[in-house]
T-cell receptor, first 114, second 114 residues
Framework: GNSVTQMEGPVTLSEEAFLTINCTYT??????LFWYVQYPGEGLQLLLK?????DKGSNKGFEATYRKETTSFHLEKGSVQVSDSAVYFC?????????????FGKGTLLTVNP | NAGVTQTPKFRILKIGQSMTLQCAQD?????MYWYRQDPGMGLKLIYY???????DKGEVPNGYNVSRSTTEDFPLRLELAAPSQTSVYFC?????????????FGDGTRLSIL
């Protein structure tokens, strides 16, 4: 079945530091890949997505590239802010019979200090 | 611009009590989902629905029931609350099951069973 593995946290950075959160996946075919963000006390919000190999999703300074050869979708940001502190989830949505379902990684807690 | 609305936001139950978690969406989405989020475990799908009158089990359905009498509403019922059901519950919706369509999440219901 489908699975998502993302780097374990927590990750603590200083403001303006570079961020990478690793995400790799196992799935058949070409799933769509997503990053969701969860701010304290809130639900999940879609941050960015990519639907085919070599696509780059981007939003709010965050980027992730769909790498089919390495089955990866790492999240990056060049300069983090305190307001980026949140839990980040990598997820995939498969094809065919399982395409109703999002498969999530366990989440990575990011704390950015001023 | 309500999106997905969940009530209540917090609830404490005694073992053996029952309750219904409410979920409503105003986006005319066909697909609705219930997830539970346990610390460090990501999100697990409990039940989902592809339209009014149609529901199906997800990964962890035991101890829960759902109904979908209208497109807008998708309540989740706990009949005999158990400590293992202490969790944060998220409702989500999407227009369809095409793999590149994201799911939209509510803010969650934090449930404690004592």
């Amino acid at each position: 079945g489908n699975s998502v593995t993302q780097m374990e946290g927590p990750v603590t950075l200083s403001e303006e530091a570079f961020l990478t959160i690793n995400c790799t996946y196992t799935a058949t075919g070409y799933p769509s890949l997503f990053w969701y963000v969860q701010y304290p006390g809130e639900g999940l919000q879609l941050l960015l997505k990519a639907t085919k190999a070599d696509d780059k999703g981007s939003n709010k300074g965050f980027e992730a590239t769909y790498r089919k050869e390495t089955t990866s979708f790492h999240l990056e940001k060049g300069s983090v802010q305190v307001s980026d502190s949140a839990v980040y989830f990598c997820a995939l949505r498969g094809l065919g019979g399982s395409n109703y379902k999002l498969t999530f990684g366990k989440g990575t807690l990011l704390t950015v200090n001023p | 611009n309500a999106g997905v609305t969940q009530t209540p936001k917090f609830r404490i139950l005694k073992i053996g009590q029952s309750m219904t978690l409410q979920c409503a969406q105003d986006m005319n989405h066909n697909y609705m989902y219930w997830y539970r989020q346990d610390p460090g475990m990501g999100l697990k799908l409990i039940y989902y629905s592809v339209g009014a009158g149609i529901t199906d089990k997800g990964e962890v359905p035991n101890g829960y029931n759902v109904s979908r009498s209208t497109t807008e509403d998708f309540p989740l019922r706990l009949e005999l609350a158990a400590p293992s059901q202490t969790s944060v519950y998220f409702c989500a919706s999407s227009f369809d099951a095409i793999s590149n369509q994201p799911q939209h999440f509510g803010d969650g219901t934090r449930l404690s069973i004592l």
